[in-house]
């Protein structure tokens, strides 16, 4: 009988939110808001850096790249075909930019006739730009980038059979697939309104392009912006060797791991595979490379949670100023191949994923206002109690989840050693207009983390749906899409300040 109570329950819930979670409420801004003149429209200062590694890679990346080369050709080979002759003549990028600006390496390119990426399925977007910042030109994490590189050379010469081709090793070589992806337009609306730096979600959506595509359509340039949604460990030389050979072996095991008969049911299947022990050793190697590559810290003591915090805000910090210069340095070519619009308001605009980074960059551009859709600060306390992702950030207390308390106690921890977490700069947008759309059910960047980000905003204007979590959100949210554009254009003609 509880199970029918229970079911019931269910239901009427499920019609709660569709029927009402779609209502949004309006709040305006807090009387009080912009009156801290300290804070009020400072901009984000960050680090220096040692620019020596990008300036390598700028200088042996090449105007034209190659994904394919004629393969050595032996006795008997046919050389290449009419089909090869065309992959190797054709490059995969056209490169356009090139350039260090702003503490990180911006390369613009535009891709041969034909060429695409598959990215765009993810990000949404088709990039024509990369940014790469000092994380990317690590020792280690670029040699274990060209690690993996090598192996998918190895295993994917078969792509072209008969062609007389082989995967370019130049192509990895240039890095010119690594780094934040960017979309700046070539060219800008009629009477353009402004700049919007769109910071995408975690994936690509209907609902975040619906509302973007109507920003557009009112006369706003929208440049493109995926930030990254992961701050990994720096990864040694040694450690990359290791994962490098360990995902040699791992593929070299497919020989030996089982094959489905014909006709086979699933299930005896399952067992025999998993009796494998080519099958279980590659299991193994999955988890020696995620604890090479991301080890999990113990969080069991204070000392040992202090350590924690201490780390995770340093990677985080790092992640968020790379995302911040990166910005500034797509925002100045925008400017400087587009005239036109140098001048115009710039917003900010970050959904989920993206708005999380928003305040940060928001505050190192110097926006004229901020649009901030499901967003929230502290990074770790999303992270560990978001529904959907951990965010790459792995803690456990002997090979155990961390309890509640400890949890708490860490995302407490990480703000105290935090610079650029929203949490810190929220704060400097003190007299920018922000507009802050979010759900009260929100589990996947919980609701209290975006209560706490609208608190540390100093109240903004907030369209808030009471019922209802993220995905709700997002659903519903191409039916504000014209309300949020009509915000944009009075918070940036001067109305709201």
């Avoid at 801290?36 to 040692?50: C, F, G, T």
């Avoid at 062609?163 to 934040?180: N, Y």
């Avoid at 990254?228 to 990864?235: D, F, K, T, Y």
Wanted: aromatic content about 8%.
């Amino acid at each position: 009988m509880s199970q029918v109570f229970a079911l019931i329950r269910t239901v009427l819930l499920v019609g709660v939110v569709v029927n009402f979670g779609g209502c949004f409420s309006y709040s305006p801004a807090h009387p009080s808001r912009g009156n801290n003149r300290e804070l009020a429209r400072q901009v984000l200062s960050l680090p220096p850096q040692d620019l020596a590694p990008l300036e390598v890679l700028r200088a042996r990346t090449p105007d034209r790249v190659f994904r394919w080369a004629p393969a050595p050709v032996s006795e008997g080979d046919r050389g290449l075909s009419e089909e090869g002759r065309r992959l190797v003549e054709q490059p995969q990028y056209i490169v356009t930019v090139n350039e260090v600006i702003e503490g990180v390496l911006v390369r613009m390119f535009q891709h041969a006739e034909g060429a695409f990426e598959l990215s765009w399925l993810f990000t949404g977007f088709q990039p024509n730009g990369r940014v790469v910042t000092l994380r990317h030109v690590d020792a280690g994490q670029w040699k274990l980038a060209q690690g993996r590189a090598a192996l998918r050379r190895k295993s994917g010469d078969w792509l072209r059979p008969g062609d007389g081709v082989v995967m370019d090793e130049r192509f990895d070589e240039s890095g010119i697939e690594a780094g934040i992806e960017v979309r700046v337009p070539s060219t800008g609306p009629p009477a353009c309104r402004g700049i919007v730096l769109h910071l995408w979600a975690l994936a690509n959506n209907p609902y975040e392009q619906r509302v973007i595509q109507a920003v557009s359509e009112s006369g706003w340039l929208v440049v493109d912006m995926r930030p990254a949604v992961r701050a990994p460990p720096r990864v040694t030389p040694e450690d990359a060797d290791r994962i490098v050979a360990l995902e040699a072996e791992r593929l070299e095991l497919f020989k030996e791991v089982p094959k489905r008969a014909d006709g086979e049911p699933l299930s005896p299947f399952q067992k025999r595979l998993e009796a494998s022990p080519a099958y279980q050793r590659q299991r193994a190697i999955e988890r020696e490379v995620a604890d090479l590559a991301n080890p999990s810290l113990s969080v069991c003591t204070t000392e040992q949670v202090e350590a924690a915090a201490a780390q995770l805000a340093a990677r985080i910090d790092e992640v968020l100023a790379d995302h911040a210069r990166a910005a500034r340095a797509v925002l100045e070519l925008t400017r400087r191949a587009l005239p036109g619009v140098d001048g115009l308001p710039l917003v900010v605009m970050g959904f989920s994923a993206g708005a999380l980074s928003a305040p940060t960059i928001a505050a190192a551009v110097g926006a004229d206002a901020v649009v901030l859709i499901g967003g929230a600060s502290n990074a770790v306390g999303v992270a560990l109690e978001s529904k959907l992702t951990q965010g790459g950030i792995r803690v456990s207390c002997g090979g155990k989840p961390p309890t509640k308390e400890v949890v708490g106690a860490l995302s407490e921890a990480y703000l105290r050693y935090s610079r650029y977490d929203a949490y810190h700069t929220a704060p400097l947008l003190e007299g920018v207009p922000v507009l802050v759309v979010d759900a009260g059910w929100d589990t996947w960047v919980p609701s209290r983390f975006g209560e706490q980000l609208y608190q540390r905003l100093g109240r903004p204007e907030r369209l808030h749906m009471r019922l209802g979590g993220h995905g709700m959100l997002f659903y519903f949210l191409p039916g504000q899409a014209k309300w949020i554009e009509q915000w944009m254009m009075r918070a940036t003609s001067g109305s709201l300040r």
